[in-house]
């Protein structure tokens, strides 16, 4: 793949498993829908699938 970025493994963080036990809100968090516009926003640019970039990363295209 052209872009060998997407396919880097993140790193699960305590802060983050901490975040998601603190926060249990119905509706998505604003820095959730800040970053995924962001995703959705490279992807485009890069001319990558929403499929090819869960597959890359080890995700259904629904959890992306």
Known sequence: MEHLWLCLKPRHSSLARTFAKVYSGDAPHP???HVGSQIATV???SDVS???????????FQQL
């Open 31 to 33: 820095a959730d829908q």
């Open 43 to 45: 992807r485009a640019q």
């Open 50 to 60: 929403q499929g090819q970039l869960a597959r890359c990363i080890g995700v259904s």
